[in-house]
């Protein structure tokens, strides 16, 4: 306890932040948008009105390189508003780098698979350095 008292960061204003990123479906229709705190590893994911997903469905994120197209979770989304998430410092290297984001169609409690189960419906492409 004491060590996570001593290592505590304030946390980051992620109004300041730049997005990194817009998801959107295949119409190009915005479902969230990304933006990176990198220095407090971690993200916030602002709702920007995805449609409901089917009955007993969440959305998740997912990010890899491009050159390794191995995924890593990134968290469940919301449907409205912000939602913060801690991530690692392997996923904020990627989130700052050349990457790709997508979102998938997941079971109501999401996946803990090494890959997503459901299909694809948002994405988004990080193309420098946040």
Known sequence: MLVAALVARQPPDFAEQPIIAVLRDAGQH???????ARSADQIAVDSEGPPPPPLGKTYQLWVAARETATPQPLGLLPLTGRKIFAESPSNIRLLAGKAELWVTLEAATGTLAAAPDGPSVFHASLEKGS
């Open 30 to 36: 915005p479902g969230w948008s990304v933006r990176l």
